[in-house]
């Protein structure tokens, strides 16, 4: 296996035994759950309560770590057009401070960022944290749910391959034309900000 400092998946609706596996496999032995809401109504086995139980039993540690490395914020000014923004939300002093621990954490373990969705260019998991971490000059692996682990150099590669818009700047470099692919792929799967009805006035 290639070396990777850090990994990440989404559980999407696998059982519990299935993500032991792949962690086990992946010689994981700490989760950080980057989920804004560390619940799961459908698949109630990923809820934080079930699996502060169920992966410490297997020799995993687990920690919440989605207030500060969530990908859906509270504060609206860290929208845009209605859509959470990525970068504005990677130059936070929190999510920096969180980023931190986390690269001195890879030093003493075996760290996977958990999140729901499957695939890692729908999730903010790969959009926003794995890639400021890859940019901090860590080797992310995503683990795929066919048992393999896609190192994040691939992910993004794919991610250029699948926008168009991005393939239209031809004066572009490689960095602009990349960070132009991840804010139309952000734009696309972020979290939208819920717009709040107008009150009905009543008639006086």
């Given at each position: 296996?290639?070396?990777?400092?850090?990994?990440?998946?989404?559980?999407?609706?696998?059982?519990?035994?299935?993500?032991?596996?792949?962690?086990?496999?992946?010689?994981?032995?700490?989760?950080?759950?980057?989920?804004?809401?560390?619940?799961?109504?459908?698949?109630?086995?990923?809820?934080?309560?079930?699996?502060?139980?169920?992966?410490?039993?297997?020799?995993?540690?687990?920690?919440?770590?989605?207030?500060?490395?969530?990908?859906?914020p509270r504060d609206g000014?860290?929208?845009?057009?209605?859509?959470?923004?990525?970068?504005?939300?990677?130059?936070?002093?929190?999510?920096?401070?969180?980023?931190?621990?986390?690269?001195?954490?890879?030093?003493?373990?075996?760290?996977?960022?958990?999140?729901?969705?499957?695939?890692?260019?729908?999730?903010?998991?790969?959009?926003?944290?794995?890639?400021?971490?890859?940019?901090?000059?860590?080797?992310?692996?995503?683990?795929?749910?066919?048992?393999?682990?896609?190192?994040?150099?691939?992910?993004?590669?794919?991610?250029?391959?699948?926008?168009?818009?991005?393939?239209?700047?031809?004066?572009?470099?490689?960095?602009?034309?990349?960070?132009?692919?991840?804010?139309?792929?952000?734009?696309?799967?972020?979290?939208?900000?819920?717009?709040r009805p107008n009150p009905?006035?009543?008639?006086?």
């Amino acid at each position: 296996m290639p070396r990777y400092d850090l990994f990440t998946i989404g559980h999407s609706n696998i059982s519990s035994e299935r993500l032991i596996t792949m962690l086990r496999d992946a010689e994981v032995n700490a989760i950080a759950d980057v989920r804004s809401v560390p619940n799961s109504r459908w698949c109630p086995w990923f809820s934080a309560k079930a699996l502060a139980g169920s992966l410490p039993r297997a020799g995993i540690t687990y920690a919440t770590m989605g207030d500060t490395l969530g990908g859906r914020p509270r504060d609206g000014r860290l929208f845009r057009d209605g859509v959470v923004d990525y970068e504005v939300m990677a130059v936070q002093p929190e999510f920096v401070v969180s980023l931190d621990r986390l690269t001195e954490d890879t030093a003493r373990s075996r760290i996977c960022l958990m999140c729901s969705e499957r695939e890692p260019l729908d999730c903010h998991r790969c959009l926003l944290v794995a890639r400021s971490l890859a940019e901090r000059g860590l080797a992310v692996g995503h683990i795929l749910h066919d048992g393999t682990i896609e190192p994040h150099g691939a992910t993004e590669a794919r991610l250029l391959a699948l926008d168009a818009d991005a393939d239209g700047l031809f004066a572009a470099g490689d960095r602009d034309r990349l960070a132009a692919a991840y804010r139309h792929r952000a734009h696309a799967v972020g979290f939208k900000q819920k717009s709040r009805p107008n009150p009905v006035r009543k008639k006086k």
